[in-house]
């Protein structure tokens, strides 16, 4: 078994796609390594490339103020996404580049043990939940996979480019709330 850090590394000497000849920095995620809640993007944007951070960009501000309208604190919880490197121009990540990186993300999954994951936009829904999914139609509806509540909701770049996309977000944040206060009511008794 793989410990966070081994996986770290084999992420920073990582080559197993096109991807790794135009990172500036490697994305790996960051947060609490025991998170109960995990969010889960597509993958880095040009702030996120430049510092090897996730989510700082505008879209990362819109992140970090939904999760702590709902308690929470960026240190509290985890922050990845399906490929660790920027795609160029902030395009989509392709198969290959999101099937050559998945197995960190499982392996991140695996050794955080988070009870929920948050899918940020329909990347990293269609990677982790099911390929078949529709953002816009399934997004607030919760999954369960091997003991984990999964949700996915817009990205928050998403929200930033349609005002309509607003409500249901923080709709859904308000879902990981009520979800994560439930499974610990559970776990107390």
């Known amino acids: 078994m793989y410990t966070l850090e081994e996986v770290k590394a084999f992420v920073y000497g990582c080559k197993k796609c096109k991807l790794h000849k135009g990172r500036t920095k490697v994305?790996?995620?960051?947060?609490?390594?025991?998170a109960d809640i995990m969010f889960v993007g597509e993958g880095p944007g040009y702030y996120e490339d430049k510092e090897g951070v996730a989510f700082i960009g505008p879209a990362g501000q819109l992140l970090t103020k939904a999760i702590e309208a709902i308690g929470f604190t960026r240190d509290e919880v985890y922050i990845a996404n399906i490929v660790k490197c920027r795609p160029p121009n902030?395009?989509?990540?392709?198969?290959?580049?999101?099937?050559?990186?998945?197995?960190?993300?499982?392996?991140?999954?695996?050794?955080?043990?988070?009870?929920?994951?948050v899918c940020l936009g329909k990347i990293a829904a269609i990677n982790i939940i099911d390929t078949n999914l529709k953002i816009t139609q399934d997004r607030g509806k919760?999954?369960?996979?091997?003991?984990?509540?999964?949700?996915p909701t817009y990205h928050p770049s998403a929200v930033l480019r349609d005002a309509l996309k607003k409500r249901p977000f923080w709709e859904d944040f308000k879902?990981?709330?009520?979800?994560?206060?439930?499974?610990?009511?559970?776990?107390n008794k």
């Open 90 to 117: 902030n395009r989509n990540p392709e198969k290959d580049e999101m099937q050559a990186c998945i197995p960190y993300l499982r392996w991140q999954v695996k050794l955080i043990k988070p009870s929920i994951i």
């Open 27 to 34: 994305v790996f995620g960051q947060g609490n390594k025991n």
């Open 175 to 187: 879902k990981v709330k009520e979800k994560y206060e439930e499974l610990k009511e559970q776990e």
């Open 142 to 151: 919760w999954h369960c996979k091997k003991d984990i509540w999964i949700l």
